[in-house]
C-alpha cells in the first residue's frame, strides 16, 4: 500500500507538470502525451498488485482532465500495465536504457489507441500531420523526462521504505 501510494504521489506531481508543459506549448498547437509514463516504471519495478493500482489511480487522474470517457484511461493503462508485466522477466528491467525503450513502445501504443477513440473525423489525410507532429514531440519530450521521473520514482520508493527490488 505505501509503494502504491508513493507512485500515486509521483503520477500527480507527472501530471501536473504534463498539464502545465502543455498550456505552454498551446500556442505552438503541440500536445505532449506521456501515458507511457504512467505505467512503466510500476510494471518493470513493482509486484503486481501494487504496481497495477498505481497504474489505474494514475489513468483516473488522466481520465479527469482528457476529453475521452471516464475510465478509459484507466482501463488502457491497467491492460498496458498488465502486458509489459508479463513480458518483464525478457528484459533487463533494471537498466534504464531498457525502461526507457519500454516506456516509449507504451507510449506509442497508447497514444495510437487513445487517438482512435478520439477521432471523429471521416478524412485522415487532414489531422495526419498533427498526430504526427504531437507523436514525434511526445516521444522526444518522454525520451528527456523518463530517466528523471525513473530516479523520481526510485528515490520516492526508497524515501516511503518501499523498496521495490525487495518487493519483486
Known sequence: MRGTLALFLTLYLLRALVAEVNSALSGFHVWLFAGGLFVVYAALAMPFRSGFAAAILGGLLCDCVD???FGTQAVLFGVAHS???NLRERMQREETPVRVAVALLVNL???LVITALRMRV???GAVLPRLLSDLFWSEA???LAAPWFFALQS?????ARANPSRMA
Open 67 to 69: 476529453p475521452v470517457g
Open 83 to 85: 502486458v509489459v508485466f
Open 109 to 111: 501504443g497508447l497514444f
Open 122 to 124: 471521416v478524412h485522415l
Open 141 to 143: 519530450a518522454l525520451l
Open 155 to 159: 528515490r520516492t520508493l526508497e524515501l
